[in-house]
């Protein structure tokens, strides 16, 4: 039986690494094209040009920067033998799916956002989101012939931008500022050893952050629609501050109060606290 063939474009970035492994450990025939970083993936074939990697394959991923992504796909989709599949994972997907849209008929072209990092070892139970283009019930079933025992949810352009600005953006812009504020802590020391749990969960998810590139951030806070969440978040800092200053108790306990009456109404509150413990737990072992 003939493997299948699927090129990754952008395979010597962190998603590009993982994508090469997972597939090659799926049975296709892989190559990876990078104009930028060197492909350290083992077991794939490795091409100088960005058009020969596609001719002749029948999937092209591709794990590039956000910004840089519409461009590459008006570049190689007109090369794209018939019947291919183009497979774009960006962060943002209201730029990109107007680029998608004018794929020529040719090829098939599949937008997913993966919910997960490079760090993961099993696609089971991962979030894959699956943005439609064409046809969503086709594009759905060829993603999950390719990501077996992930989890699929299918949401819109807009939609997906929306959701992201609080998932991604608002968790990756408040770790962003507090990793910045911490890096300057001159008796860090000393802080890590009066650290109780909570200092110890979030200062490890904002180290754990850091690790991505610059690139991948500044995409992630810059979706125009983080805007609306990040103007909540200033907004309601500075009202906090303020009730505090001027001795308002009230009006502090009664955001607190609110807060945890809606976020009981989907979450046992004393359930997320036991799980935080444990994760330490596990975490310190």
Same mark, same amino acid.
């Given at each position: 039986?003939?493997?299948? +063939? !699927?090129?990754?474009?952008?395979?010597?970035?962190?998603?590009?690494?993982?994508?090469?492994?997972?597939?090659?450990?799926?049975?296709?025939?892989?190559?990876?094209?990078?104009?930028? /970083?060197?492909?350290?993936?083992?077991?794939?074939?490795?091409?100088?040009?960005?058009?020969?990697?596609?001719? +002749?394959?029948?999937?092209?991923?591709?794990?590039? %920067?956000?910004?840089?992504? %519409?461009?590459?796909?008006?570049?190689?989709?007109?090369?794209?033998?018939?019947?291919?599949?183009?497979?774009?994972?960006?962060?943002?997907? &209201?730029k990109?799916?107007?680029?998608?849209?004018?794929?020529?008929?040719?090829?098939?072209?599949?937008?997913?956002? %993966?919910?997960f990092?490079?760090?993961?070892?099993?696609?089971?139970?991962?979030?894959?989101?699956?943005?439609?283009?064409?046809?969503?019930?086709?594009?759905?079933?060829?993603?999950? &012939?390719?990501?077996?025992?992930a989890?699929?949810?299918?949401?819109?352009?807009?939609?997906?931008?929306?959701?992201?600005a609080?998932?991604?953006?608002?968790?990756?812009?408040?770790?962003?500022?507090?990793?910045?504020i911490? &890096?300057?802590?001159? +008796?860090?020391? !000393?802080?890590?050893?009066?650290?109780?749990?909570?200092?110890?969960?979030? /200062?490890?998810?904002?180290?754990?952050?850091?690790?991505?590139?610059?690139?991948?951030?500044?995409t992630?806070?810059?979706? %125009?629609?983080?805007?609306?969440?990040?103007?909540?978040l200033?907004k309601?800092?500075?009202?906090?501050?303020?009730?505090?200053?001027?001795?308002?108790?009230?009006?502090?306990?009664?955001?607190?109060? &609110?807060?945890?009456?809606?976020l009981?109404?989907?979450?046992? !509150?004393?359930?997320?606290?036991?799980?935080?413990?444990?994760?330490? +737990?596990?975490?310190? /072992?």
């Amino acid at each position: 039986m003939t493997k299948k +063939k !699927l090129t990754i474009i952008g395979a010597g970035g962190q998603m590009g690494s993982w994508f090469a492994k997972y597939f090659v450990d799926q049975g296709f025939d892989v190559t990876g094209y990078d104009s930028e /970083k060197e492909i350290t993936a083992k077991n794939i074939s490795i091409t100088g040009s960005l058009v020969s990697g596609i001719l +002749k394959t029948d999937y092209v991923v591709l794990c590039t %920067p956000t910004r840089r992504t %519409p461009e590459i796909i008006r570049l190689i989709a007109k090369e794209m033998a018939r019947g291919t599949y183009l497979i774009e994972i960006s962060s943002e997907k &209201s730029k990109v799916m107007t680029s998608l849209l004018k794929v020529p008929n040719k090829a098939n072209p599949i937008c997913i956002h %993966p919910m997960f990092g490079p760090g993961i070892r099993t696609i089971r139970g991962q979030n894959i989101i699956l943005i439609p283009v064409r046809d969503a019930q086709k594009e759905l079933t060829v993603i999950k &012939s390719l990501f077996e025992g992930a989890n699929f949810v299918t949401i819109d352009a807009a939609e997906h931008d929306k959701k992201i600005a609080v998932i991604l953006g608002l968790t990756h812009l408040l770790n962003l500022v507090f990793a910045n504020i911490v &890096s300057k802590d001159e +008796k860090m020391m !000393l802080t890590e050893k009066m650290s109780g749990t909570t200092f110890r969960v979030q /200062k490890t998810l904002a180290e754990s952050i850091m690790t991505e590139s610059p690139e991948l951030i500044e995409t992630i806070i810059a979706n %125009p629609e983080i805007r609306r969440v990040a103007e909540e978040l200033w907004k309601d800092i500075g009202r906090l501050l303020t009730a505090v200053q001027e001795s308002k108790t009230d009006e502090v306990i009664d955001y607190i109060t &609110s807060c945890q009456e809606r976020l009981s109404q989907h979450t046992d !509150l004393n359930n997320s606290y036991k799980r935080l413990t444990k994760m330490v +737990k596990a975490v310190e /072992k």
